[in-house]
């Protein structure tokens, strides 16, 4: 797996090999733009479900950190990032049932939230045709 890297390709167009840079080796499952959309629900939780501190605070952080994740999980290299997500998903579906400052609405929301990003942090998501060397074992 070690020697699967192309001859370069010096004739394309600088704009070819510009739109390989920024998007070689990223893709977008439909798994992690979920978890970053949800990520984003997160941190709009006081206009949506009502809910106030601290757990509108939690929310909020946890919101920020599930986009973060998703996105850097967008890398396949970084791939496995992703897991982190589980945990994190956890936390926010039992965090209505350990802070205050949840509703009805806010308390059912966080928990189909949490529950859902550990659903969508499971499968690995497609793979492009590209390779890395060594790095392509640890791609799960």
């Known amino acids: 797996s070690e020697n699967q890297t192309p001859a370069p390709d010096l004739d394309r167009s600088a704009a070819a090999i510009l739109c390989d840079f920024v998007t070689g080796g990223v893709n977008f499952p439909w798994t992690l733009v979920a978890s970053t959309a949800l990520g984003i629900l997160l941190m709009m939780t006081p206009l949506v479900f009502a809910t106030e501190p601290p757990l509108y605070f ?5 919101g920020c ?11 396949e290299v970084a791939r496995p990032v992703r897991f982190l997500n589980i945990t994190f998903g956890a936390w926010i579906a039992a965090s209505p049932f350990m802070l ?9 929301g966080d928990v189909a939230v949490g529950l859902l990003l ?23």
Do not use: C
């Not at 950190?65 to 890398?75: D, K, R």
């Not at 659903?119 to 074992?137: A, M, V």
């Open 65 to 75: 950190v599930v986009i973060l994740v998703a996105v850097t999980a967008m890398a």
């Open 100 to 108: 205050e400052g949840a509703t009805l609405a806010g308390t059912v």
């Open 118 to 140: 550990v659903g969508l942090s499971l499968p690995r998501g497609n793979r492009s045709q590209e390779h890395y060397g060594g790095w392509d074992r640890v791609i799960i």
């Open 58 to 62: 939690s929310d909020h952080v946890f």
